[in-house]
């Protein structure tokens, strides 16, 4: 039924809450933060995590673009912790972007799910993030040879849940809807966007959020797509 299948990145296949709280732990440690204020690097990692993820869902959203994300994610969690130090907010996201995409952690059963997948169907990603970045993402967790378009809001020139960045992925994989399924964790831009061109589509759903517009299949566990593919 399927030929070609469409990845999110982050949080679908590249566990970036693991990656994400190994770097915020070693710059921790480099920056010394203790001396800031900073209690511990687990409440530096949680205030991170939470205010990071919503400011990627604003930039979903077209409320921020890239640039507000990478300024003021740090200074953010200082506020949110109560520290005013300022001068080594642009150094810890300079350093956070090195370490991160260098990361190899991918989520449960996510390698063993490409391998079963591999050369039964062509594999792509459409991602948000930042093209240089994901790219390192790839080579860094070994699954680049898996894909054969990272498709990125850059070259779309949309985002997800935009239609055109489907429409885009779509046109330059040589497919069609009918051929097509989108897989990934963000229900509003992986689902709800996929939905709009009429794709099927795979949440990938393990905390087993409630939707009003169910996508084509609702999994909480890779193990559960080999057995639909």
């Known amino acids: 039924m399927y030929k070609h299948l469409f990845f999110d990145l982050d949080h679908t296949l590249w566990d970036f809450d ?85 990361k190899p952690h991918l989520l449960e059963s996510a390698k063993e799910l490409l391998d079963y997948l591999n050369g039964r169907y062509t594999m792509h990603i459409i991602t948000n993030g930042f093209a240089e970045i994901q790219a390192v993402k790839m080579d860094s967790a070994e699954i680049a040879h898996y894909f054969t378009h990272v498709i990125t809001s850059e070259n779309a020139n949309a985002k997800k849940p935009n239609p055109l960045v489907f429409q885009y992925a779509m046109e330059i994989s040589g497919t069609n809807a009918s051929e097509s399924l989108m897989i990934g964790d963000n229900y509003e831009a992986d689902i709800l966007g996929a939905k709009g061109v009429g794709l099927d589509t795979v949440f990938y759903n393990p905390q087993g959020q409630q939707v009003n517009d169910p996508p084509t299949y609702d999994i909480r566990h890779w193990k559960e797509l080999m057995a639909i593919l």
């Open 18 to 102: 693991r990656n994400s709280a190994e770097c915020i732990v070693e710059l921790y440690d480099t920056f010394q933060l203790a001396n800031l204020g900073i209690e511990s690097a687990a409440e530096f990692s949680r205030h991170f995590i939470a205010i990071n993820r919503q400011l990627w869902s604003d930039f979903d959203k077209n409320l921020i673009e890239h640039t507000y994300i990478r300024k003021h994610r740090f200074p953010l969690v200082f506020r949110a912790m109560g520290v005013d130090e300022s001068a080594v907010h642009a150094d810890l996201n300079v350093e956070y972007l090195k370490l991160l995409p260098r």
